[in-house]
């Protein structure tokens, strides 16, 4: 999805330099920081809290939808894991089809049920729906189910270019929303109506909420956790996730495609001949917010794939029991692999020590690269 986008993107942008069209190009801005963004008044964030309220049942159903065919790793997982960690919601991982749900760009995980079982067990339908990134935006499966959820009173959560699902379905027509950056102008093209909001994580509007790019999930579910059970529960969710602070604040100015960017996409590309791979060995109880970051991560470098594998078992249960289906079933990693570190560590730690493992590997402008995919403000160690 994004990665094959983006490499096309870069290839004709390099193309368009080359004949001196592409001078439009910035430099790469210095990463920003919380600092960097426009503050968030607080009532424009009490009436964000007050629109994502669970709409009917004390323990609200969450129900987390996936293509079986192609959904973003983190997207997926990661709503799925802190809402389970917070304990203040019933979370469903569903698939279109039956079968294993395939992840973009690495992992393949087992959803708890079809949308079909789901609707026949809750045909009242869920509290929340939250839509991942996915291979395409226009399955009609998954935008008829969107608009019956809506219909039936859920409020839709488009997650980083989930968004452009999101607004295929005709939800966001006339409202206000965000999305990751290298999607917006195609999304704003398709959907005029859509009132563009920048400088913002999330964006809250009439039943359904937006976010930006990938990592904007973290905050994004810490708000929906303290819209279902207050501030204090999302601050310990918060610390458990290693998250010292958070909120909807964003610095959309400092994520667009740059030359460095490109270049730097092409150049890796290009070293067909110097790829590899990275293992990740599953564990039993392993946490899957660290693993979705480290795994997408290393997946985003145009150098390298994370491999999954395991000692044995079709499928390792983690922390918060999403089935994760191992690529390789061996006691040892896969030859020729280089092993990923920091799957053990909270996920806001875990991505920021891969990232930082990325620059030493393979140089800090391809530690960017993911950083910007990831659309995470992210500043190299000294």
Not at 50 to 70: E, H, M
Not at 79 to 94: C, D, F, H, K, S
Not at 304 to 311: G, I, Q, T
Not at 339 to 366: C, E, K, N
Request: hydrophobic share 45%; glycine share 6%; charged share 20%.
């Amino acid at each position: 999805m994004l990665n094959r986008h983006v490499v096309l993107g870069a290839l004709v942008l390099v193309l368009l330099t080359l004949a001196g069209l592409g001078a439009w190009l910035y430099s790469l801005p210095p990463a920003p920081t919380q600092a960097d963004a426009p503050p968030v008044a607080a009532d424009e964030m009490d009436a964000m809290l007050a629109s994502l309220k669970p709409p009917r049942r004390q323990r609200p159903l969450v129900a987390v939808v996936g293509l079986n065919d192609a959904t973003e790793t983190t997207d997926y997982l990661m709503p799925t894991g802190i809402l389970r960690r917070a304990g203040v919601a019933e979370v469903v991982m569903l698939s279109t089809g039956q079968g294993p749900v395939k992840l973009f760009p690495t992992l393949t995980v087992q959803a708890d049920a079809t949308i079909t079982h789901f609707d026949a067990r809750h045909p009242a339908g869920a509290d929340y729906v939250i839509v991942p990134a996915m291979s395409r935006d226009d399955d009609p499966t998954v935008l008829a189910w969107l608009r019956e959820q809506s219909r039936k009173g859920a409020i839709i959560l488009g997650v980083c270019a989930g968004a452009k699902v999101v607004a295929a379905a005709g939800l966001l027509d006339g409202k206000r929303a965000t999305t990751h950056w290298y999607y917006l102008r195609d999304m704003l093209g398709k959907h005029p109506s859509i009132a563009y909001v920048a400088d913002r994580r999330v964006v809250a509007d009439r039943g359904v909420a937006t976010s930006t790019g990938i990592s904007a999930s973290m905050p994004m579910m810490l708000i929906l956790i303290e819209a279902m059970a207050g501030r204090q529960k999302a601050e310990a969710v918060a610390r458990d996730l290693g998250l010292p602070a958070w909120d909807a604040r964003h610095a959309s100015h400092a994520f667009k495609q740059t030359r460095p960017f490109t270049t730097t996409v092409l150049g890796n590309v290009l070293a067909f001949w110097n790829r590899e791979h990275i293992g990740v060995e599953l564990q039993p109880g392993m946490d899957e917010v660290s693993l979705a970051l480290v795994a997408d991560a290393w997946s985003r470098t145009y150098r390298s794939r994370a491999v999954s594998f395991a000692a044995a078992s079709p499928a390792v249960e983690t922390r918060n029991e999403v089935r994760v289906i191992p690529e390789t079933v061996s006691a040892d990693p896969p030859p020729a692999t280089h092993m990923a570190p920091f799957t053990d560590q909270r996920p806001a730690r875990a991505l920021d020590r891969t990232l930082q493992a990325i620059a030493g590997r393979y140089g800090a402008r391809t530690a960017h690269v993911v950083a910007l995919q990831l659309e995470y403000p992210w500043r190299a160690l000294p």
